[in-house]
């Protein structure tokens, strides 16, 4: 009975196509990263990741060829982090990734450009060739936001950004504006 709730709970918190992380899990992930590095006073990244016209491929492929990039573009984008970075998909070509511990924006583009570097190199799928680029949007706890959803919201402006802009890119969401209360 415990190992069929246990697979029943990584059913729930998985993406079938790609075995990573689902929304579920990402939000309970960032979650947890937020409450540890609060405690420990660090900062956490979140990538936003989307695949730039990516639907061409499934147009002009179909969607099974589609499918294999997508389970490819995971393991490219997990031969860029850390082990301990957690990485999911929370749309059709929509990924996050949440760099624990990240010690600066500067850090977080690292991995970004990295990300990209991997995603760039042509794909070898059913005797095509594919290739697929990115835009990645980076925004920072406490930088962006206390909440799991402002952080989310803020990487996924940026990325937009990038998008609209030049495709392909890394975008670095801006730190909100701290509001303070004078005391008179």
């Known amino acids: ?23 579920a899990l990402f939000f309970q992930k960032l979650e947890d990263a937020i409450t540890l590095a609060k405690r420990r006073k660090e900062r956490v990244a979140v990538l936003f990741i989307d695949l730039d016209d990516f639907k061409i491929v499934n147009d002009q492929y179909g969607h099974e060829v589609g ?16 082990e301990a970075d957690v990485l999911a998909r929370i749309g059709g070509d929509e990924f996050v990734l949440i760099l624990h511990d990240c ?11 990295k990300v990209l570097f991997n995603l760039e190199r042509p794909l070898q799928v059913a005797g095509l060739t594919v290739t697929v680029g990115g835009s990645i949007g980076i925004s920072m706890y406490p930088d962006n936001g206390e909440k799991t959803a402002d952080i989310l919201k803020s990487a996924d402006r940026a990325m937009y950004e990038v998008k609209q802009k030049e495709k392909n ?16």
């Open 103 to 113: 010690e600066s924006s500067a850090h977080a583009r690292q991995v970004a450009e």
């Open 1 to 23: 009975r415990k190992a069929l709730e246990n697979q029943l709970k990584d059913l729930a918190h998985s993406d079938a196509l790609t075995g990573i992380g689902n929304r």
């Open 67 to 82: 499918d294999i990039v997508l389970c490819e573009v995971v393991q490219r984008i997990k031969m860029a982090v850390r």
């Open 169 to 184: 890119g890394v975008g670095l969401a801006p730190p909100r504006s701290r509001l303070r209360k004078q005391v008179h």
